[in-house]
C-alpha cells in the first residue's frame, strides 16, 4: 500500500469510522483535550500573532532559496562528518537507508518517530530486506505492536484508549500479564520493553523537525527523551529528512520552538529538543548519513497557491480543531499525513489523480488556518486541488447549465419561474415549504435533513410588483408586508 | 449613500422574507435601497466545487452591476466573504466592489453606526456564528450586538458555537455522512437551549441545520437574524 494513498476514497473510509462509537468517543475526547490545551497555552502569548507571521516569513524565505540553502547544509553537515545523501523519490531514500544498515551488518534498528521515514513507507521496506525496524515512541510502539497504521501526525494512537492499550500490551508483551491499564503502568511496561532495545541497538533511524544551514545541524523536537536515546546510543545514525526542513540560521529556530510545542502538545517548552551535528569522538554516533527527501516536494514548489503547505511544521493543530477529521479519524485520509494538512499534502506529494477525494474532505470552515502556526491558508488551498481534481461527467455538466443560468439574469430569473412551477404544485399538495425525499443525487441531502422548496414569490418578483405599486420614486416608501 | 441589495440567488429563490427582511430594516432606519435586477449569483458554488472558470463570469457580472453603487448589502456571510477574499483575485478592478460589499451587521454597525434597529421579537433565541462570518468576516459579537437591542428577546448560550454545522455546500453531498453526523450534534446543542428559535448570518447554514431540526420534529425552528431585526 501506498503510505501516501490508500485507494480507498474518503467518504467510503469515513463512513466505517463513522460506524464505530468507541472511536467516535476516543477522537472526540483527545481531539478535544488538546484543543483546548493549545488555545490556553497560546493565549497567553500576547505576541501570538507576530510570531505566526514571522514564522511563515521565515518559511517562505527558506522555500524561496531552498536550493542555496540545501547546498549550504549538506556542505556544513559534510565538514562536520556526516554523509549527505539525496533521494528523489520514496523508492530511493528506502534503498540508500537500507545499504546504509546493510552496511553495519545488523539486522535490527531503533527508529525516532519520524513522518518522513512513515511517508516512504521504509519500515516496510527495510523488513523485505531482513532489517526489524523498531518505533520507540511510545504511542508510535502502540501502533507498530497492534499491526496497525498510525492516524494522527503527534498522537499516532489516538484512536485507541487505555484499555485498547492495555489488551494489545498484553497481546503483544506477553511478559505481563497482570497488566491494569493505569498509565502509569503501561507507561512502565513500555519503557522495560524499549530499554532492551536501546541498550543493544547499533543502527538508530531518524527523522528531523528541522535541518539548520549555517551549522549542518539536526534539531528532532519529541516529549519522551526514547528520540534522544536513539540518536545517542547506536553507533550508526541514519536521518530522513524533507528539503522542506531546512531553517536558515540557529537562531531562526527561537521562533519555532516557541509555536511548535504550543501548537502541538499545549505545552510552554518542549521537553525534550535534540540538536545533533556531524560526530564527536567519544560521543554519540560515529557514522551519521542525512538523507535529503524530495519525494514531491519540488512539484509542489513549483505550484504558486499550493507551496505555502510546504511551511508545515507537522504539529497537527489543524487535524485536532478540524470538525471532519474529528468524526472520520486519520485513517479515513488513506494517508499518513491526515487531517486537514493531510488534504492538501498528500494530494500535493502524489498527485491529485491518487488522492482526488481528499481536497472535498473539507466543509472549508476555516478552523485549520486560524490555528495553523505557520498561517497556511489551507480553505485556499483545499479550493485551488479542487480545480485540479477530476469532476464526474454528471457534475460538470450540471455546474455548466447552472452557469450558463446565472451568466444572464434573464435566464436566471426564467429559471427561478421554472423552480417554482415545478416544485410550487408540490409544495401546495404537502402544505409546507419543506420535503423529506428527494431523487438522487438530492436523497444525498434527504436521507439526513429535509430540503426547501421555492417560495410562491421570489424576491425579485416581490420586488417588480412592490415597484409598480410604489411608483417611479418606488424605493423609499416603506411597504407593509406581511411577514 | 446609493446601497444596494445584493439578495443572492438562495435567499432570491427559497427565503424572499430575509431579502424582504433586509429592505424593510434599511428603509425603516431612513435609507433608500436599490436592487439591481442584473444580478445573480456570487459563484462561490462554482468556486468552492473546483470550477474557478465557470466562476469568473459570475464574478464580473456582480462587479458590472454593483460598481455604480457606494455599499453593498448582502443577508448572507458567505457570499459576503466569497466577494472579500475571492473577488480581487480573480477579477481585475473587483478589489473596490469587494470591499465596498457588507454583511448586513458589518454595513449596520460599522458603516451605519446603528445597533439598535427598533424590532421587537418576544423569543427565546440561540445563535449560530456560522463559519464564514466568524472566521472569514470576523464578524465578531456584531449580530449578538444588534440581537441584543431587540425588545422581549431572549438570548440563549449556544454550546459549541463555533464549530461548523456539516454543510459546507457541495460538501453536503459528497460527504454526506460526516456532514450529517456534524449536523446531529450541532441540533443537539441547539436542542439543549431549549430556545425557539436559533438564528444565524447566512441561510446556506440554516437550510442544513433547519432541515436537521424538522427531521428531527425539533422544538426550534429556524429563521435568519434579519428577519428578527426587521420584526
Not at chain 1, 307 to 331: D, F, K, M, W
Not at chain 2, 48 to 64: C, D, I, K, M, T
Request: glycine residues 8%.
Amino acid at each position: 500500500m501506498n503510505p501516501l494513498a490508500s485507494g480507498v476514497p474518503f467518504p467510503r473510509a469515513a463512513k466505517v469510522a463513522l460506524g464505530d462509537p468507541q472511536l467516535r468517543t476516543n477522537l472526540r475526547r483527545a481531539t478535544h483535550t488538546i484543543r483546548d490545551r493549545r488555545a490556553h497555552a497560546v493565549g497567553e502569548l500576547p505576541d501570538w500573532e507576530a510570531l505566526r507571521t514571522t514564522a511563515a516569513a521565515i518559511k517562505d524565505d527558506v522555500l524561496r532559496r531552498l536550493p542555496e540553502l540545501l547546498e549550504r547544509f549538506e556542505e556544513r553537515a559534510t565538514a562536520a562528518g556526516a554523509t549527505v545523501h539525496w533521494a528523489r523519490d520514496a523508492a530511493e531514500a528506502c534503498e540508500i537507508v537500507s545499504r546504509i544498515v546493510r552496511g553495519t551488518g545488523e539486522t535490527s534498528a531503533v527508529k525516532v518517530k519520524s513522518m518522513a521515514t512513515q511517508e516512504i513507507g521504509l519500515n516496510e521496506a527495510l523488513e523485505r530486506d531482513g532489517i526489524a525496524a523498531f518505533e520507540t515512541d511510545l504511542a508510535e510502539l502502540i501502533v507498530q505492536l497492534a499491526h496497525d497504521t498510525p492516524s494522527h501526525i503527534l498522537v499516532p494512537a489516538i484512536h485507541y484508549n487505555r484499555a485498547e492499550i492495555r489488551d494489545i500490551f498484553v497481546r503483544e508483551m506477553p511478559a505481563d500479564a497482570d497488566l491494569t491499564d493505569d498509565p502509569a503502568a503501561l507507561a512502565e511496561a513500555a519503557r522495560s520493553h524499549l530499554r532492551r532495545r536501546f541498550l543493544s541497538a547499533k543502527v538508530g533511524i531518524s527523522g528531523a523537525n528541522f535541518a539548520i544551514a549555517d551549522t549542518g545541524t539536526l534539531v528532532v523536537v519529541e516529549s519522551e527523551g526514547n528520540g534522544r536515546m536513539c540518536l545517542t546510543l547506536p553507533d550508526t545514525l541514519v536521518s530522513v529528512v524533507g528539503i522542506e526542513k531546512i531553517l536558515p540560521t540557529f537562531a531562526d529556530l527561537e521562533v519555532f520552538m516557541q509555536v511548535l510545542p504550543r501548537s502541538s502538545t499545549g505545552e510552554r517548552m518542549n521537553p525534550y529538543t535534540s540538536t545533533w551535528t556531524g560526530v564527536t569522538p567519544g560521543d554519540g554516533p560515529s557514522d551519521v548519513h542525512v538523507v535529503l527527501l524530495d519525494n514531491g516536494r519540488s512539484t509542489t514548489l513549483a505550484d504558486e497557491v499550493g507551496r505555502q503547505t510546504l511551511r508545515c511544521i507537522r504539529c497537527s493543530a489543524c487535524l485536532n480543531v478540524c470538525p471532519v477529521y474529528e468524526r472520520a479519524g486519520g485513517h479515513a485520509y488513506g494517508s499518513v499525513y491526515p487531517g486537514p494538512i493531510g488534504a492538501i499534502l498528500s494530494p500535493q506529494l502524489t498527485g491529485i489523480g491518487e488522492n482526488a477525494s481528499l481536497p472535498f474532505a473539507s466543509t472549508l470552515c476555516g478552523a485549520c488556518y486560524d490555528v495553523c502556526p505557520v498561517k497556511i491558508n489551507i480553505p485556499e488551498v483545499l479550493v485551488h486541488l479542487r480545480d485540479q481534481a477530476p469532476h464526474s461527467p454528471a457534475e460538470r455538466a450540471a455546474m455548466s447549465v447552472a452557469a450558463w443560468l446565472m451568466r444572464s439574469p434573464k435566464r436566471f430569473a426564467a429559471a427561478e419561474r421554472l423552480a417554482q412551477l415545478g416544485t410550487g404544485p408540490l409544495a401546495a399538495a404537502l402544505g409546507r415549504r419543506t420535503v423529506s425525499r428527494l431523487p438522487w443525487p438530492g436523497s444525498k441531502w434527504t436521507d439526513a435533513r429535509d430540503a426547501p422548496l421555492p417560495a410562491a414569490e421570489s424576491f425579485r418578483d416581490w420586488w417588480k410588483h412592490r415597484d409598480q405599486t410604489a411608483g417611479p420614486q418606488g424605493h423609499t416608501h416603506p411597504v407593509e408586508e406581511t411577514p | 449613500m446609493r446601497i444596494a441589495l445584493f439578495v443572492t440567488c438562495m435567499n432570491d429563490l427559497l427565503y424572499p422574507d430575509t431579502g424582504i427582511a433586509t429592505v424593510r430594516i434599511l428603509e425603516r432606519l431612513g435609507h433608500r435601497v436599490d436592487f439591481p435586477q442584473a444580478q445573480t449569483c456570487c459563484g462561490q458554488m462554482h468556486l468552492n466545487s473546483g470550477y474557478q472558470q465557470l466562476a469568473v463570469p459570475l464574478v464580473e457580472n456582480f462587479v458590472r452591476t454593483f460598481e455604480p453603487y457606494d455599499a453593498v448589502v448582502a443577508p448572507s456571510g458567505s457570499c459576503v466573504a466569497m466577494a472579500r477574499d475571492n473577488y480581487p483575485r480573480l477579477v481585475p478592478d473587483a478589489a473596490g466592489v469587494a470591499a465596498r460589499t457588507y454583511e448586513l451587521s458589518e454595513l449596520l454597525v460599522d458603516v451605519l453606526g446603528v445597533t439598535d434597529v427598533g424590532a421587537r421579537f418576544p423569543h427565546r433565541v440561540t445563535y449560530h456564528p456560522t463559519c464564514h462570518g466568524l472566521r472569514m468576516l470576523r464578524l465578531g459579537d456584531k449580530p449578538l450586538r444588534l440581537l441584543r437591542a431587540v425588545e422581549g428577546i431572549e438570548l440563549l448560550e449556544l454550546g459549541g458555537a463555533e464549530e461548523c454545522c456539516g454543510f459546507g455546500g457541495t460538501f453536503a453531498l459528497k460527504n454526506a455522512d460526516v456532514s450529517g453526523a456534524m449536523l446531529a450534534d450541532k441540533c443537539r446543542n441547539i436542542a439543549d437551549t431549549e430556545a425557539d428559535y436559533v438564528a444565524a448570518v447566512d441561510n446556506s447554514c440554516l437550510t442544513h441545520i433547519g432541515g436537521g431540526l424538522t427531521r428531527q420534529k425539533a422544538r426550534a425552528r429556524h429563521i435568519h437574524y434579519a428577519e428578527v431585526l426587521a420584526s
